[in-house]
């Protein structure tokens, strides 16, 4: 089992950037993938940013030269850079992994995106 902890949203204008953190209860040396998905206001949940324990990364194709996933293994914990923010952008973003075929989640930290 693992928890997960999102930090570092908040209200920022177009063009800003932010830095998101999602702190993991246990080590996510052995978590095979890692990612933020986030979910606006009446729209599904989608898939923003993924890194899989071989450092490959996978983008949606609306962020991708904005955002940056890493992850800090002695922290235990993953990062999305967000760069270039346009209000489109605003969302709850969560962080989600996968451990031996179960799926955990954060509780979200929202970002708004407004001038």
């Known amino acids: 089992q693992v928890q997960l902890v999102e930090s570092g949203g908040g209200l920022v204008q177009p063009g800003g950037s932010l830095r998101l953190s999602c702190a993991a209860s246990r080590s996510i040396s052995s978590i095979n993938t890692m990612a933020w998905y986030r979910q606006a206001p009446g729209k599904e949940r989608e898939l923003v940013a993924r890194?899989?324990?071989?450092?490959?990364?996978y983008y949606v194709d609306s962020v991708k030269g904005r955002f940056t996933i890493s992850r800090d293994y002695a922290k235990n914990t993953v990062f999305l850079q967000m760069n270039s923010l346009k209000p489109e952008d605003t969302a709850v973003y969560y962080c989600?992994?996968?451990?031996?075929?179960?799926?955990?989640w954060g509780n979200g930290t929202p970002v708004t995106v407004s001038s």
């Open positions: 890194i899989f324990t071989d450092r490959s990364l």
């Open positions: 989600q992994s996968t451990v031996n075929s179960i799926t955990y």
